[in-house]
């Protein structure tokens, strides 16, 4: 599967009340995929339990590694707090409009091309029942990427996408 270029002209991180905005222009297409894993557990309207962000692999091979991951969620999600990642730094800060901005960052060498990177967070699922997905950006030092292609949403025994790169989660009553 191919995916088009993208480019970002305009990027924010807000960083305990203060945001930074800055120009960052993606180039070329990233072939990385982030992927929902629900790890055997159903998400369930109101109630918490562990979501695993993949991104399977780093940036274009020849390129710098990921240096950056961040996932937005949107207002009807509850509070997340991500869990230590090895080597990596991680911020959970509320946004304007009432979602979320989950910021990993790599604390030594970019991720290199072939390794994958899990970044685990405790979720309090939104209050209704439905799908809800989370628009993932993977920062590398050629720029950025989004992935917002929809497909199937995780389920207890699924994650999501197996394909496409926008994770989205069955949240049940």
């Known amino acids: 599967m191919t995916l088009p270029s993208r480019s970002?002209?305009?990027?924010?991180?807000?960083?305990?009340?203060?945001?930074?905005?800055?120009?960052?222009?993606?180039?070329?297409?990233?072939?990385a995929h982030a992927i929902v894993e629900l790890n055997g557990v159903s998400a369930v309207a109101g109630k918490s339990s562990v979501l695993t962000l993949e991104i399977q692999h780093g940036c274009l091979t020849g390129q710098d590694g990921t240096t950056q991951v961040i996932a937005f969620a949107g207002k009807p999600w509850g509070a997340i707090k991500p869990a230590a990642v090895s080597g990596w730094t991680s911020l959970s800060a509320r946004l304007a409009d009432g979602g979320q901005q989950i910021t990993w960052t790599s604390q030594g060498a970019p991720?290199?091309?072939?390794?994958?990177?899990?970044?685990?967070?405790?979720?309090?699922?939104?209050k209704s029942a439905g799908i809800y997905g989370l628009r993932v950006l993977q920062v590398c030092p050629s720029g950025v990427t989004w992935w917002d292609t929809p497909f199937i949403p995780a389920t207890a025994s699924a994650p999501a996408p197996p394909l496409t790169p926008l994770p989205q989660v069955q949240v049940l009553p």
């Open 111 to 126: 991720q290199p091309f072939g390794t994958p990177m899990f970044f685990p967070m405790t979720v309090r699922w939104p």
């Open 8 to 31: 970002i002209p305009t990027f924010c991180v807000a960083l305990g009340g203060l945001v930074i905005i800055s120009a960052l222009v993606s180039s070329s297409p990233a072939s």
